[in-house]
């Protein structure tokens, strides 16, 4: 077997890649891609791994693994988060970076797809730890990134405090403020007005196109939502102020229910000063895998991958399934829902575009130096998904394709015309 080959293996032995895969090659099926495009939009085109010693408070070293993969550069810089989370592999980490250069492509940005992870817990490191790792990494990847290369954003286990980490890290090394090299980043250090709830606004904002397309009131919806971090909070206050009654929110350690409704405001009062939504006085405690399956309008997956699987598709209630996290939903789910018929997608790429949308206005600010309003952010973020919402719509109904497939046909399609514009080097 060559090494090409034994690469191409390796990273389908990822059950998140292999499922990226499964998408990309279905998508490829219906442009009729041939073989050598098909390959070239396929696999990524950097995958980078680094070793990151660091002190732990204990006095310790302890070395961690850093994974940063770039799937393709051939319409821009490419662009995607950063994650720490203990699960995080490089299979895992190629899957995200596909998929950001089909969202990328979905929304018409001029960036590739990528993807960043370190294996570690945060939530078991101390700051400083959190810190020294998050710089040690950003030396590491110096040679690989760039305002004009590659631009990080907050993922799972990341978020603003980290980005400036990297800014300032990159900053030092380049001896002046490089704004640009990240997004997602504190307005103080030129962050962009509104980023920080752009992909849970997103999310709700395209919940309530498509809730009015199913002639489904949001004074009568109901939803519910996995994960109650950046995306899943934003998507709750968003869809709460849109008149939706959300009456179950899981996070990593429980989930909480009331039918009557739980007041975002008191439960992000009570996630600040608890760490979780467990304990949350106005609710029920409800199994998170059996408050999937509970009857609903929404449901919005925005915690981790695979989380629609085989096991658990069949059982779902909700008539619109908003994915906000990456990959929440299996291919085999895919399969049982597209048969079902009764159950709407709004697929990963176009339901979570907003952070890279509003990530795409923060780096253009950057680069020329201006300030956007937040009400400017916000309408054109609007502007831009409901855009995409049409697109994706269209060419659904126009070759008979489920959403996701009409998404990712879109992105693919425009990956695949730039390369072959630009032709094969050498
Ligand atoms: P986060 O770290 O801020 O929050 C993650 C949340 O999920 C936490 O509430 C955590 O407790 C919960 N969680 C983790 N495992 C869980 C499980 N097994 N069951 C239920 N809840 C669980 O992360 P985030 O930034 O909100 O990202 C969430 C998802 O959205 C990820 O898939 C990420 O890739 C995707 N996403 C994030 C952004 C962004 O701008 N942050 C943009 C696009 C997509």
């Known amino acids: 077997m060559s090494a090409v080959s034994k690469m191409k293996k390796e990273l389908l032995s990822d059950p998140v890649f292999s499922m990226a895969a499964e998408q990309f090659d279905r998508v490829a099926d219906v442009l009729e891609l041939d073989e050598e495009l098909r390959d070239r939009c396929k696999w990524p085109k950097r995958i980078s791994t680094v070793a990151c010693p660091i002190r732990r408070d204990n006095g310790t070293v302890e070395t961690f693994f850093g994974h940063r993969v770039q799937h393709h550069l051939s319409r821009g810089p490419t662009k995607g988060g950063l994650r720490y989370h203990p699960k995080v592999s490089v299979g895992e980490v190629a899957a995200l970076a596909m998929w950001m250069n089909w969202k990328c492509a979905l929304a018409g940005l001029p960036y590739g797809g990528g993807k960043g992870g370190i294996q570690c817990d945060p939530t078991m490191m101390s700051i400083g730890e959190q810190e020294r790792l998050t710089r040690r990494f950003t030396m590491e990847m110096i040679p690989f990134i760039g305002v004009e290369v590659d631009v990080m954003a907050p993922d799972m286990g990341t978020n603003e405090q980290t980005m400036a980490w990297i800014l300032d890290t990159y900053s030092t090394h380049a001896g002046h403020l490089v704004p640009g090299i990240v997004t997602g980043k504190p307005v103080d250090l030129q962050g962009t007005e509104g980023r920080t709830e752009a992909t849970g606004r997103g999310v709700g904002f395209l919940v309530y196109r498509m809730l009015d397309k199913l002639n489904i009131r949001c004074s009568e919806a109901t939803a519910v939502i996995q994960g109650f971090g950046n995306v899943g909070r934003h998507a709750a206050i968003t869809l709460a102020n849109y008149g939706v009654k959300v009456i179950g929110i899981s996070d990593v350690r429980g989930a909480v229910w009331n039918d009557k409704g739980l007041s975002v405001e008191d439960l992000c009062k009570h996630v600040d000063s608890h760490g979780s939504v467990v304990g949350f006085p106005e609710s029920e405690s409800i199994d998170p895998e059996e408050m999937l399956i509970q009857l609903c309008d929404v449901l919005v997956p925005a915690a981790v991958d695979m989380v629609i699987h085989k ?51 923060e780096w253009v600010q950057n680069l020329q130096r201006f300030n956007w309003s937040r009400a400017e952010v916000i309408a054109k973020l609007e502007t831009q998904l409901e855009h995409s919402l049409e697109r994706v719509l269209q060419v659904q109904k126009r070759r008979g394709l489920t959403p996701r497939v009409a998404a990712t046909a879109l992105g693919v399609e425009e990956t695949a015309k730039a390369k072959s514009k630009r032709g094969l080097f050498p």
């Open 311 to 361: 096991g658990n598709a069949a059982e779902l209630k909700c008539r619109l399934l908003a994915e906000a996290a990456n990959g929440p939903t299996t291919p085999e789910a895919d399969r049982i829902i597209e048969e079902r018929g009764d159950i709407t997608i709004i697929p990963d790429i176009l339901c979570n575009s907003g952070g890279v949308i509003v990530s795409y206005f």
